[in-house]
């Protein structure tokens, strides 16, 4: 089974703040996604990376950085927290692009 | 405008009774739709894939359908139970993109 972990299920941070956001795949995927879920909009994509060092901007990406340094591990960065950076974000993975993307159980993070 | 509408909102219905999901897309050229289920709690975990060619898949007590000339897809869930309960999401691939609906919240009650 495809599993994919988040570093924490819940953070509680203070504006102005520094986020670091940890995700890692153990089946050797390609492709790694980070989104954010918000009640009513859905999940959105923040920044994906076909390959280790590689990285692209989503639908969302202002605010948040990515590191891609070795393929099992995707990192989201905030570099500053704001409050409307609070929200539910998620990772996946997939073997390919289009292909089924496998997600982590998410981290629910407040700033405040 | 999200390019993938799902409806209703939420839905709360009576554990065993059978319900229908919505799902209509205006992405384009489409590739596949999944249809996934996410608990409360947990990232989502694929249900189904159609692609263009495929009208309906079941995966036990889930039929999805796609009507890929009106663009609409469904979801229906038989004899619910309270596991039903959850986000319910339809998400169309493109060529190189997944565009995610917004989900339905089901609840099955006792």
């Known amino acids: 089974d495809v599993k994919v972990t988040q570093s924490s299920r819940y953070l509680v941070k203070r504006t102005g703040e520094k986020v670091f956001l940890e995700c890692v795949q153990d089946m050797d995927h390609e492709n790694m996604f980070w989104y954010r879920q918000d009640p009513g909009l859905g999940l959105r994509l923040i920044y994906f990376s076909y390959d280790v060092k590689m990285k692209e901007k989503g639908d969302i990406p202002e605010g948040y950085s990515v590191s891609r340094e070795k393929k099992e591990r995707f990192s989201l960065i905030l570099e500053s927290a704001s409050t409307n950076q609070t929200s539910m974000y998620l990772c996946a993975s997939s073997f390919l692009v289009g292909y089924e993307q496998y997600f982590g159980p998410g981290t629910r993070l407040t700033v405040t | 405008k999200n390019q993938v509408e799902q409806s209703p909102q939420s839905l709360i219905i009576l554990e065993g009774k059978n319900c229908t999901l919505q799902c209509n897309y205006t992405v384009s050229p489409f590739s596949n739709l999944r249809w996934y289920k996410q608990d409360t709690g947990r990232g989502p975990v694929s249900l189904t894939i159609?692609?263009?060619?495929?009208n309906t898949k079941s995966n036990g007590r889930y039929t999805a359908t796609l009507d890929a000339d009106t663009k609409q897809s469904s979801l229906h869930i038989t004899a619910s139970q309270l596991s039903d309960s959850a986000s319910y999401i339809c998400v169309v691939r493109e060529i190189n993109d997944m565009r995610f609906g917004a989900g339905t919240r089901l609840t099955v009650k006792p």
């Open positions: 159609m692609t263009f060619s495929e």
